[in-house]
Structures are given as C-alpha cells and as structure tokens.
C-alpha cells in the first residue's frame, strides 16, 4: 500500500505539474473560476484541467472505489460527476466576511442557524476540506481513507444557477487544490485496491486469526488496531483539534527553517546508497555526475529534453513532493495551506529536492544498468535472486532494459508494465531513502507525537533500508555493500567539514581523534536504531538530563532557552546562545 500510494501519488503529481507548465497564470486562473462556478470550460487549459479529473475519476473507478450510501446501507458505484471540480473552502476569507457567507447558505439552502454554525466549524476545523466520513460497518479494523470526492457532497443546492456565488469563498490556490485531491484520491484508489472498500480483506484475515488462535477479533483489534492504522496512513486523522494541529504543525515548519538551510550537506552520503545497493562503487560516481549535470542544466538554463527525467516522471519515482513528506513525517496535509506553501518553498530553496530528485532519477539509471548486467545482456552471469528480490521475472527485467535503451535512442518515454514500474520504483527507494510508516515505529506516524517524532525518521530509513541491505548482501557471500557502507562516515565528516570551513565555522578547535571518530559515525548514520541509546549516553555524559536529545527539536529548543535564561543563577541571560538556536543562520555568521 505505502509503496503503491507513493508511487501513484507522484506520478499523478508529475502530470499535474506538466499540465500547468504549459499555460500561463492568467489561463489557469480562468479555468479554476469556470471549475468553480460550475461552467463548461472556456480556455484550453479548463479542459486540460476537466480531462485531468476525468482520468482520475477513472482511475478511482478501475480501482474498485465506491460510495457508501447511508440509506440504503450499501456501497454504490461511483459516478462522474458533470463539471466536477475538488471544492475547497478558504476559511481566512470566510471568517473575515462570515455574514455575507451565512446570508449566501440561508439563502440557497434550508440550513438552519445551528447547521451554518457547525459548517463554519467544520470548515475552520478541517483547514477547507471538508470529511463527509463514510459509516462504517462490519469490524472496519482497517479504516476507509476520505476521499472528499466520492462522498455525498452536503452542498447539493450549489449547482450550475449559484456556483458562481460561492466561488469567492473557495480556495483560489488551483496547485494546493489539487495537491490534496491527488493525495486523498491515490489514498483511497490504493487502499481499495488491496482492501477492499471498508478493508474487508483485513476484516477477513483478523477473523481467520481469531479463529486460529482461540480468541474474539474485537481483541485482535485492540491489540492491532494502532499499527494498522499506522501503516495504512489514517492514524490519528482524526483525533486532533485544530489548534494543536496547526500549533505543532508551525512549530515543525520552524525547526526545519531553524535546522536545515544547509541540510544539502547532510545529504552528500546519498550518493552511497545507490552502490551500497549494487555492491558497486562506480554506482556513487554516476549518482553524483548525475548531480553535477542537473546543476549545470539549472544554471545554464537548459529546457532541452531530458530523457532520463522524463522516465523518473512517468515512472513516479521522483516528484516536487518527495523531499518535503520525507522530512515531515505526519504529512504535508496535516499542515494548512500556508504552512504546506511555506515548506514547499523552503526545501527548494535549500536544495533538498532538487538534489533528492538528482539522486532518485541516477538510482533509476543505476537500477535499469544493474537488472542490464544480471539478465546478462552485458554478457555477464545470470542472477536470478538481483531481479526476483524487485519481483521481476528473467523476461519482465529484460524487456525493461530493452524498452529503456530503445526508448533512449528514439529521445521517447517507452511504456512499462505495472509490474515493471513497481519493480524500479522498488529499487530506488532500497538506493535512496525516503521513509515511511513501514520503517519507522507506530508512534512516529502518529500526527499527535509528531513534534516529538520530528527528524526521527531518518534514523529508522538508514537502519531498516541501507544497513539491513548490506546485512542481507552479506548473508548472501556479498561483501563489497558493507564495505561500501563503511564508506558513510568519512563521507558525512568531509561533508560536514566543508560546510564549516564554507561558512568560518571553527566547530573542530579542540577536537581530538576519538571526537572525530564519534561525529563521523553518528553523522553517517552507521549505528542505526543504536544512535538513540548513544545519545541518551551522551545527555548523561554531558551533565544534561538523560533522554532530553530524544524529545524533538521543538521540545529541545525550549529547553534551550529556558537553561540560557539562566533562572536562580547569578548569571546574564545568555542572548547569544538563544539567538543561536533560533534565528535561521545566526550560528553561521555570529563572531561567537
């Protein structure tokens, strides 16, 4: 599911892009005010956009997605609705003229002064996206992820006569609009896919075990029902106020603004993961070639075409969104429209996601050379086990490097099987970490721990992917990964060293060999889940209280100012230290 969602998400993601890509802002903004007053569309761009939605529909459709019906207490079919666009409140307009908006709903509708009230609840509650949540039925140990789309829409007396006066009082952000649409619309598609429509198929494998085991499923289900929610991406989802959401939300998007304007040099050991993958060295040469020659193209302005990122595209393995759900573990959506905006733009400022979408289309190259050596068509030795693990068959990994390369020469995105394109999208993510809710504790994924649970994630990416890899190799008479893997320390402490020399950091004054070691191996991540209990070690160590480096940087950063206060000390309040910490880039250029 994880996989699969990732996957589909990006992909529709990447087409979404193109299509905007192609008009300009004038175009788009006639088509989103058509879409939302419900007119035939009257600019190029509306139908591009009406076809795009058509396709979605037809995706949810071939998925197997239904409609719950209350009434009749069954599931229907979908249907395509005419003139069908995701509507999305803007609750920072509608609080602002709340009278015109009530005196609209009393006059098209039959609501009553408490139904308007509890609407403007929902709206504010639920940053716009409003959750007609299906009942649920049966056990529903594996609950339906929302797609606003196909549920009952509680606005039926908006249709083509009014549409247009409830247009101001939606979102006029036609990107964030469909960024959630897709999200929620893959969610489900996929979850369906696998589950059923209320996860019949998880319903049936807990009454399975209950049998087997003796017990009542109500017990599996308490037993399991967090992990599974977890795993399935809705815990959580609904149990936190607004105020808490957006409160941890904001705090999330200051750290990382605090924390991470230099991330890209944590980021240099990506290169690795490609070669420890492979087993082979030359893996890292190509990843960072591969790096070198996106930045002379962005430098140079370069618009020609891109074979290479053309297939990443079609593919779904790279995406705008990738670097930013990496780095925040409850979800981009979990944050309102301002805050998604405001990490959007923030990690391509800092490099992150061109960088991450530089290492992610060289793993893809790495991948297709790598099937392209064990099917033998570089003249070597048949493995079977390099392309079973990516469930390919000898025929289906052929013929993929056989499309790539006709696809190279011709300068066109060949066509892969559903089959294939998993395969590949596999491989990368096993090359380039980018975690989710199966690697990481159950915890982590819940939305309200996440300022406790923020940047943690990495750490169970490096453990459960790069350095399980190398286990596995290894158990497999493969040596060269670990000793690749090992290559992750001097790599992240040269990193870290030329952004301090960079910047006229002098951070290694008075470090000795054994610091020097210390910071290599944790910067590289080699210790895996280990590095939490080195840190714990470290807080007692360091007169600080254990398990404090465990809490979150939002968490950390208070705790940092309230020992710079210097309360009951007779001593000045540390201001240098407090800027420090909490003003992007002071550390950087302060004489300190």
Known sequence: LIANRGQRAAQFHNRWSKLVGKFEKSELSQALA???????????????????????????????????????????????MQNYFPRVWEHGYISQHEDEFKTLLKKHSKMSDDEIDA??????????????????????????????????????????????????????????????YIEQAVHRAEYTRLFGNRGEVIDKLIQR??????????????????????????????????????????????????????????????????????????????????????????????KSYDYAQDVAEMLGVVSQEAAVHAVNNAGMFMMNKGLRNVNRHFFRWNGMSGWNDSM?????????????????????????????????TFEEAKDMVVRFREGEK???????????????????????????????????????????????????????????RAMHEADNDNAASLAILAGYAPMALAADMTKWALLGMNVTEDWGTWDYMKHAVSRGGLLGLWEFGTNVAGDAGSGRIPGSSLVGPTV?????????????????????????????????????
């Open 34 to 80: 058509d879409a939302q007053a419900m007119r035939e569309p009257t600019t190029a761009a509306g139908r591009e956009v009406r076809k795009f939605l058509s396709d979605m529909y037809q995706y949810s459709d071939e998925a197997g997605v239904k409609r719950w019906d209350p009434e009749l207490r069954q599931y229907k079919d979908i249907v395509e």
């Open 119 to 180: 609407l403007l609840r929902e709206i504010a509650e639920n940053d716009g996206r409003i959750e007609i949540l299906t009942e649920k039925v049966g056990l529903d140990a594996g609950f339906t992820p929302f797609q606003a789309s196909i549920s009952q829409r509680g606005f039926t007396f908006i249709d083509e006569s009014n549409a247009h006066e409830f247009a101001k009082f939606q979102s006029q952000d036609i990107n964030d609009i469909m960024a959630g």
């Open 209 to 302: 075990a209950a049998v087997e085991d003796g017990i009542s499923p109500e017990e599996i289900i308490q037993t399991y029902r967090y992990h599974i929610d977890a795993l399935s991406g809705t815990l959580g989802s609904h149990s936190m106020g607004r105020g808490l959401r957006l409160a941890q939300a904001t705090a999330i998007t200051a750290q990382n603004i605090i924390l991470l304007p230099f991330a890209i040099f944590s980021q240099a050991i990506d290169g690795l993961g490609s070669s420890v993958r492979t087993g082979n060295i030359r893996a890292a040469k190509n990843a960072y070639g591969q790096v070198l020659k996106d930045m002379a193209r962005f430098a140079l302005r370069d």
């Open 360 to 392: 992610r289309k060289a793993a893809m190259i790495t991948g297709i050379q790598f099937l392209e050596q064990h099917t033998g068509l570089k003249g070597g030795k048949v493995d079977e086990r390099r392309f079973e693990e990516l469930g390919l």
């Open 410 to 468: 011709r300068g066109v995105a060949p066509e892969f099987s559903t089959t294939q394109a998993q395969a590949m999208y596999r491989f990368v993510d096993q090359a380039v970490i980018r975690p989710n809710a199966s690697m990481r504790a159950s915890w982590l994924s819940d939305p309200r721990w996440m300022i406790f649970a923020h940047l943690k994630q990495f750490t169970y990416g490096m453990h459960k992917v790069t350095i399980a």
């Open 556 to 592: 950390e950063h208070g705790m940092t100012i309230a020992r710079s206060l210097n309360v009951g000390v007779d001593k000045p309040v540390d201001w240098d230290r407090i800027a420090g910490r909490s003003l992007p880039g002071y550390k950087y250029i302060s004489s300190e």
